[in-house]
Nanobody, 115 residues
Framework: QVQVVESGGGLVQAGGSLRLSCAAS????????MGWYRQAPGEQRELVAT???????NYADSVKGRFTISRDNAKNTMYLQMNSLKPEDTAVYYC?????????WGQGTQVTVSS
């Protein structure tokens, strides 16, 4: 069973920064791509950014130039540096780890950006 745990959320003013972390453990197989997703109240979960084991990244248009995804393969840990935060970035942020036998989700961490 793969455990995925996010941390680093919180309350920040518009224009501020936060750094989210995601740690995956317990997998018998290598973790392939990992990603950050978010879900605002009343909205569907949406992709924020993904990163492959080789470091290839992909971002939603809404966060390009403001967010940076990275990972430490040795530690099975992924990060999301969020700068120039906007109120519309307010959401629960989820981490997903993709392994050959499925996708595993964390419990989510709340990010709230005040105007």
């Amino acid at each position: 069973q793969v455990q995925v745990v996010e941390s680093g959320g919180g309350l920040v003013q518009a224009g501020g920064s936060l750094r989210l972390s995601c740690a995956a453990s317990g997998s018998r197989f290598s973790i392939n791509s990992m990603g950050w997703y978010r879900q605002a109240p009343g909205e569907q979960r949406e992709l924020v950014a993904t990163i492959t084991s080789g470091g290839r990244t992909n971002y939603a248009d809404s966060v390009k130039g403001r967010f940076t995804i990275s990972r430490d393969n040795a530690k099975n840990t992924m990060y999301l540096q969020m700068n120039s935060l906007k109120p519309e970035d307010t959401a629960v942020y989820y981490c997903a780890a993709n392994v050959i036998n499925g996708r595993y989700w964390g419990q989510g961490t709340q990010v709230t950006v005040s105007s």
